[in-house]
């Protein structure tokens, strides 16, 4: 079984900085690619940024720039640097692993 567990969200002001967690459980962390997701009330959840196992990283155009994604394997654990943030950014962001297991979220909240 895997569990991923999202922590680091939080309430910060605009231009501030926040950095996820997702710790995974598991022996398939290492060789999983993993995504950060996030979702506002009413709307789709999208993906934020994508790591393959080989450490190649992807980004929504929304976050270039801003975000940052990485994964440490010895510590099964990935995570979201997220700098500059901007009130559109308030989200509940999710962890994913191979596009089959989620966290729980947490919550993230930038005021104006």
């Known amino acids: 079984q895997v569990r991923l567990v999202e922590s680091g969200g939080g309430l910060v002001q605009a231009g501030g900085s926040l950095r996820l967690s997702c710790a995974a459980s598991g022996t398939i962390f290492s060789s999983s690619a993993v995504g950060w997701y996030r979702q506002i009330p009413g709307k789709q959840r999208e993906l934020v940024a994508h790591?393959?196992?080989?450490?190649?990283?992807n980004y929504a155009d929304s976050v270039k720039g801003r975000f940052t994604i990485s994964r440490d394997n010895a510590k099964t654990t990935a995570y979201l640097q997220m700098d500059s943030l901007k009130p559109e950014d308030t989200a509940v962001y999710y962890c994913?692993?191979?596009?089959?297991?989620w966290g729980q979220g947490t919550q993230v909240t930038v005021s104006s």
């Open positions: 790591i393959t196992s080989n450490g190649n990283e």
């Open positions: 994913n692993l191979r596009a089959i297991f």
